[in-house]
T-cell receptor
C-alpha cells in the first residue's frame, strides 16, 4: 500500500513568488493535514481538510491557503513568499474523524527554500 | 489550550545504555498521546500511541511509554539503545473530543547514540 506522497521533494522560490505544494493521501483516507517544520520553531499545525472542507486552521496568515480535491488529494499554496517561509512542509493523512480515527500518517515532506 | 513540553532538547547516550525521553502535556480535556520519530531528511513515523486501555504501550522495536494521568506525562523509554535509534523524537497530543484532527507537538528531543 502506498503511503502519503508529497511533491515536489524540494522547491526553491524567490521572495514574493507563490509556491504550490501537493499531497496525495493514503488510499481510503479522507483527512489531510499540513504542518510546517521551520528551524527552531518545531512542528506547527497549518491546515486540516476533511471530506473537501477546511476543518481547522493554525495561526498562520491568510497567504497560506489550500484546498482538498474530490479524490482527497490536497494542495497547499503560499503566496507572497517571505524568507521565513523556508521550512519542511509535512502532509499527513488519516481516516477522517470519529471512531475510525487512530493516527495520522506522514509523508516525506517538501523542503521549501525561499531566497 | 493544550501544550506539550519535551524536557530535554538533546539526549546523548552510549550504545546499549537505557534511555528515557521525557514528555509532559497540559490539557483541561482528555487527549490521545503519541510519539513520532524523524530520521534525518525524512518525514515522521509513528512510534507508539495511547488512545485508551492499558497505560503502558509498546512499539515493535523495543520502545515503551507509560501514560500517567496524574502527572500528565507520557515518557518514552528503551532499556538498551542502538546506534540506529539516533533520530529526533516528537511527543504529540490530540483532543479525544475531536476524534481526529490536529496534533500538537513538543519541540522534539534529539537522541544521539554513541558507540
Amino acid at each position: 500500500e502506498a503511503g502519503v506522497t508529497q511533491s515536489p521533494t524540494h522547491l526553491i522560490k524567490t521572495r514574493g513568488q507563490q509556491a504550490t505544494l501537493r499531497c496525495s493521501p493514503i488510499s481510503g483516507h479522507t483527512s489531510v493535514y499540513w504542518y510546517q517544520q521551520a528551524l527552531g520553531l518545531g512542528l506547527q499545525f497549518l491546515l486540516w481538510y476533511d471530506e473537501g472542507e477546511e476543518r481547522n486552521r493554525g495561526n498562520f496568515p491568510p497567504r497560506f491557503s489550500g484546498r482538498q480535491f474530490p479524490n482527497y488529494s490536497s494542495e497547499l499554496n503560499v503566496n507572497a513568499l517571505e524568507l521565513e517561509d523556508s521550512a519542511l512542509y509535512l502532509c499527513a493523512s488519516s481516516l477522517g474523524r470519529g471512531a475510525e480515527w487512530t493516527e495520522a500518517f506522514f509523508g516525506q515532506g517538501t523542503r521549501l527554500t525561499v531566497v | 489550550a493544550q501544550s506539550v513540553t519535551q524536557l530535554d532538547s538533546q539526549v546523548p547516550v552510549f550504545e546499549e545504555a537505557p534511555v528515557e525521553l521525557r514528555c509532559n502535556y497540559s490539557s483541561s480535556v482528555s487527549v490521545y498521546l503519541f510519539w513520532y520519530v524523524q530520521y534525518p531528511n525524512q518525514g515522521l513515523q509513528l512510534l507508539l500511541k495511547y488512545l485508551s486501555g492499558s497505560t503502558l504501550v509498546e512499539s515493535i522495536n523495543g520502545f515503551e511509554a507509560e501514560f500517567n494521568k496524574s502527572q500528565t506525562s507520557f515518557h518514552l523509554r528503551k532499556p538498551s539503545v542502538h546506534i540506529s535509534d539516533t533520530a529526533e523524537y516528537f511527543c504529540a497530543v490530540s483532543l479525544t473530543a475531536n476524534q481526529g484532527g490536529k496534533l500538537i507537538f513538543g519541540q522534539g528531543t534529539e537522541l544521539s547514540v554513541k558507540p
